[in-house]
């Protein structure tokens, strides 16, 4: 519905990647030549990051990404970031990809249902952004990227009001409707339940502007107050704390979106598989117009050549490589993401099935302007 | 107070937009219709009141095209006329009346909507059937459209658009008490807390203008001339409609309010929000004096749901019904 979540959304769930990634790239034991020192796997992590971050913050796909639009839909959200994944020489199979993806899909819709007031999503996109500055603080190109975006944030979030923030929150929560996927680091801390749903607490602190609940106030027609009620609230609430800063720098406040993962805690999903016909199970085929901004969009995500396995790595976000191949076999046939596997390369299948796609959409009346762009479109797609 | 009853379950879970539960009773013969909205669908359930049938429906926001993306559904509410029962569901790209079961669509209006996405969202929000034969639609440019609408058949059409609000329209509601002598028949509400107060006929008169306090009103109420009005903030506020005179005001929720709803007989008033607390008031008005007294009565909370609707099934209030955020079901409660 709202026009603006695009923005919010990608920069959310990728900061909830990047912590992810650096704690497994951190945690993993990479298997490495005796010949190879300790310094090179820590360089190799610094690059990896460096790599997806240069990627996410790239100047045309930026652009791409504020322009006023709709929201993609799950699967052609999950082609971006798995596109996004691969920007560097760190490689990851398909079940390790669908947990990343499931850990920052629920921990972003948890910080999403969390925030006390809709505008505090904006607090929880800064405290990702600050967390990314962090990330790149000794290289000053991607640094300045970084904030760039912080300005493009500001301009255009600042000047909403409240009922636009909660547009953009009710957007949100209806791409993250009926996800109740399980993740144990959330169990652990009590602030899921075993079936997947959060806790929402009745206590703790009103948002800022909010009155702690519990009185009634009547007045005159001149305006005096002519009595005072209380009422039992049913909760323990206290008042609001101070407000974050939307500014560039500045103490955000919450911990909405501060990295809650450590080398010492490792993170493992179970899935629930209680996920109920929503939305995007039922028209499949990616709309025309939707496959038009994902190619936009993708156009400016420059893509390493993953030709040489050798100089990669791979990422395992399971603990054994068993357990990953079983995680593969055993996932629900509700929660599989069906990616659409766009290609660097040229690959004949590849193309069969875009040309297949665009043709499901070709509209009757319209003869030749709709084949050259179709045409168009897959030239744009080979040459990703 | 009240106890909970045994929930009816729906095909899909309630999605987050503001009064997101439509209820319709149809006395004569025995039914109660439900309608609460997931994403771009209405989950209709037809419920006997000796609780042993229960019948699904599903209708599908309007798509002009099959190539440009779904259309997601803003509200779907029952609007009750003289003459007939209505269904209205707005979403993003128009206005869909059907009759109040749901079987046929009767009208459709298509929104403006631009070629490519503009930064202010496009869509229509806030259904109030209005006195004899009016339907009245906000729009998110803060337009309200009227429909006439005639005592059966389609032809359904576009009377006026009043153009009051700057901001998007989040709800309206029209004067629920049945009295012929209240002055206001709409009251409508936008996302700065603007409230309009309106007289209808052929040219809708605004009667009054009470300024917001730049908090969104998500929900509001019209009942013996007092506008009920919830706020982002979890406040709920009385005003006298034509005069603007504020008569109360309740810190009633720690979360944004997402529904309020007067059972018009004895002078209930729920209230639900994002806190996971559906709160029942009573509301007496004292005209000699022009005072109004707000008594609070009870709270019931669906622990770990934010509440998108909260309806009473019946005028008196004796039984209410709530959904919540990724619930896919309708909770009731029945008075003790």
Request: net charge negative.
């Given at each position: 519905?709202?026009?603006?979540t695009?923005?919010?959304l990608f ?7 990047l912590?992810?990634l ?5 945690a993993?034991?990479?298997p490495?030549?005796?010949a190879?020192?300790?310094?090179w796997?820590?360089?190799?992590r610094?690059?990896?990051m460096n790599?997806i ?5 790239n100047?045309?796909?930026l652009?791409?990404?504020f322009k ?5 839909s799950?699967?052609?959200l ?15 199979n398909q ?8 850990l ?21 996109s ?9 990330f790149?603080?000794d290289?000053?190109?991607?640094l300045s990227?970084v ?9 255009m979030?600042s ?18 409707q ?11 801390d ?12 009745t ?13 009634i106030?009547?007045?005159?027609c ?6 005072r ?7 323990n ?8 800063s ?6 955000r ?10 080398v ?7 899935m ?9 199970a039922a028209p499949?085929p ?14 400016g995500?420059e ?6 396995t050798?100089?990669?790595f ?5 603990s054994?490589?068993e357990?990953?191949?079983e995680a593969?076999?055993s996932?629900p046939d ?5 990616v ?19 043709g499901?959409?070709t509209e009757?009346?319209?003869q030749s302007p709709?084949?050259?762009k ?5 030239a ?5 | 107070m ?9 095909k899909?879970s309630?999605?987050?937009l503001?009064?997101?539960?439509g ?5 004569p ?6 309608a ?8 209709m359930?037809?419920?006997s ?5 229960y019948?699904?429906?599903q209708l599908q926001s ?14 779907a ?5 003289p ?17 109040s079961d749901?079987?046929i ?8 909507t ?6 202010k969202?496009v ?6 059937a209005?006195?004899e ?10 337009s309200?459209l ?17 153009e ?12 629920c ?7 206001a028949?709409l009251?409508s ?6 409230l309009c ?5 052929e ?5 009054n203008?009470?300024?917001g ?6 929900s509001?109420?019209?009942w ?7 706020y982002?903030?979890?406040?709920i ?12 005001e309740v810190n ?5 309010i ?10 209930l ?5 994002e806190?996971s607390?559906?709160r029942?008031?009573?509301l007496?008005l ?5 005072s109004?007294e707000?008594?609070?009565?009870h ?5 770990d ?13 004796y039984a209410?019904?709530v959904?919540?955020y990724d619930?896919s079901?309708?909770?009731?409660y029945t008075?003790?």
């Amino acid at each position: 519905m709202s026009s603006r979540t695009l923005p919010l959304l990608f920069i959310n769930l990728g900061g909830e990647m990047l912590y992810i990634l650096d704690q497994r790239l951190r945690a993993q034991n990479i298997p490495a030549d005796k010949a190879k020192k300790v310094g090179w796997i820590e360089e190799d992590r610094r690059r990896v990051m460096n790599d997806i971050i240069t990627t996410m913050f790239n100047k045309k796909f930026l652009e791409e990404l504020f322009k006023p639009q709709e929201l993609y839909s799950k699967k052609a959200l999950r082609t971006v970031f798995d596109r996004l994944a691969h920007a560097s020489i760190m490689r990851l199979n398909q079940a390790s990809m669908d947990k990343l993806y499931d850990l920052m899909t629920m921990a972003f819709k948890y910080q999403v249902l969390l925030c006390p007031r809709p505008k505090d999503i904006l607090l929880v996109s800064f405290n990702h952004m600050d967390a990314i500055k962090d990330f790149v603080k000794d290289t000053p190109s991607i640094l300045s990227q970084v904030d760039e975006t912080y300005q493009q944030l500001i301009e255009m979030y600042s000047s909403l009001c409240s009922g636009e923030f909660q547009l953009i929150r009710q957007t949100l929560l209806i791409f993250f409707q009926d996800m109740h996927i399980r993740v144990s680091i959330f169990l652990k801390d009590k602030v899921q339940n075993s079936n997947g749903r959060f806790v929402l607490p009745t206590s703790g602190p009103v948002p800022h502007g909010t009155q702690v609940p519990g009185l009634i106030r009547m007045f005159s027609c001149a305006g005096e107050e002519t009595n005072r009620l209380q009422f039992t609230n049913g909760g323990n609430y206290t008042a609001a704390v101070r407000e974050g800063s939307f500014e560039i720098f500045g103490d955000r406040v919450t911990k909405l979106g501060t990295n809650m993962y450590s080398v010492s805690r490792p993170v493992e999903t179970h899935m629930s598989g209680t996920s109920k016909n929503s939305v995007n199970a039922a028209p499949n085929p990616l709309a025309k117009e939707e496959l038009n901004l994902l190619a936009k969009l993708m156009g400016g995500l420059e893509v390493q050549k993953p030709g040489n396995t050798d100089s990669g790595f791979r990422v395992n976000l399971f603990s054994t490589d068993e357990e990953e191949e079983e995680a593969l076999i055993s996932r629900p046939d509700e929660l599989a993401y069906g990616v659409i596997n766009i290609q660097a390369t040229k690959d004949q299948q590849a193309n069969a099935e875009l040309t297949k796609i665009m043709g499901e959409f070709t509209e009757s009346g319209d003869q030749s302007p709709s084949s050259s762009k179709g045409d168009d479109l897959l030239a744009m797609m080979d040459g990703l | 107070m009240y106890h909970k009853e045994k929930s009816i379950q729906t095909k899909n879970s309630a999605s987050a937009l503001y009064n997101n539960l439509g209820v319709l009773r149809i006395a004569p013969r025995r039914l109660t219709y439900f309608a609460v909205v997931h994403a771009n669908v209405v989950n209709m359930v037809s419920a006997s009141w000796d609780g042993l049938d229960y019948s699904h429906r599903q209708l599908q926001s309007k798509e002009p095209n099959v190539a440009t993306s779904t259309s997601l559904v803003t509200q779907a509410a029952f609007c009750v006329l003289p003459s007939r029962d209505l269904l209205v569901v707005t979403s993003q790209k128009g206005i869909q009346i059907y009759e109040s079961d749901g079987s046929i669509m009767v009208y459709w209006h298509a929104l403006e909507t631009p070629d490519t996405p503009t930064d202010k969202a496009v869509f229509a929000r806030g259904i109030s059937a209005v006195w004899e034969s009016y339907i009245c639609v906000g729009v998110s440019s803060g337009s309200i459209l009227v429909f006439d609408v005639p005592s059966k058949g389609s032809n359904i059409t576009l009377s006026e658009v009043l153009e009051e609000h700057t901001e998007s329209i989040t709800d309206m509601a029209s004067e629920c008490s049945g009295s012929q002598e209240c002055i206001a028949d709409l009251v409508s509400a936008d996302d700065g807390g603007n409230l309009c107060v309106w007289k209808s006929g052929e040219e809708f008169q605004l009667l009054n203008k009470i300024h917001g306090f730049d908090m969104s009103c998500s929900s509001v109420k019209l009942w013996k001339g007092t506008v009920v009005a919830g706020y982002g903030t979890g406040q709920i506020r009385l005003y006298e409609a034509v005069t603007g005179i504020l008569h109360a005001e309740v810190n009633a929720h720690a979360r944004w309010i997402y529904s309020l709803d007067i059972a018009p007989f004895s002078g209930l008033l729920l209230s639900a929000a994002e806190d996971s607390l559906v709160r029942v008031w009573h509301l007496n008005l004292t005209p000699e004096s022009n005072s109004v007294e707000v008594a609070h009565l009870h709270n019931e909370c669906v622990t770990d749901t934010q509440i998108c609707g909260a309806k009473f099934c019946d005028s008196d209030g004796y039984a209410f019904a709530v959904t919540g955020y990724d619930l896919s079901e309708i909770i009731r409660y029945t008075q003790s």
